[in-house]
Nanobody, 117 residues
């Protein structure tokens, strides 16, 4: 079982920045796509950004140009740099990783991001 541990959430004013980090308990070379999802109360968990082992990225439209996902396979980490934060970015952010065959999902425990006006 792969453990994912997130850090870096917190409270920030609109327009500010945060950096989320996620460390995997196994080599990220043994993992497939890694990424970040978020969920706020009353809504389903939604896709934010993903990155492949080779570094190909994808973003949901609402964060394009503001968020940057990166991956360091040597350190088993995936990071999410969030700039120009908006109140609507407020949510619990979850780290996700898939196995190499993209058949198994692993999730972190989540980290709260709150953006105030």
């Amino acid at each position: 079982q792969v453990q994912l541990v997130e850090s870096g959430g917190g409270l920030v004013q609109a327009g500010g920045s945060l950096r989320l980090s996620c460390v995997a308990s196994t080599s990220s070379f043994s993992l497939g796509i890694m990424g970040w999802y978020r969920q706020d109360p009353g809504n389903q968990r939604e896709f934010v950004a993903t990155i492949t082992r080779g570094g190909r990225t994808a973003y949901t439209d609402s964060v394009m140009g503001r968020f940057t996902i990166s991956r360091d396979n040597a350190k088993n980490t995936v990071n999410l740099r969030m700039n120009s934060l908006k109140p609507e970015d407020t949510a619990v952010y979850y780290c996700n990783a898939k196995d190499l065959y993209q058949t198994v999902d692993f999730w972190g425990q989540g980290t709260q991001v709150t953006v105030s006006l």
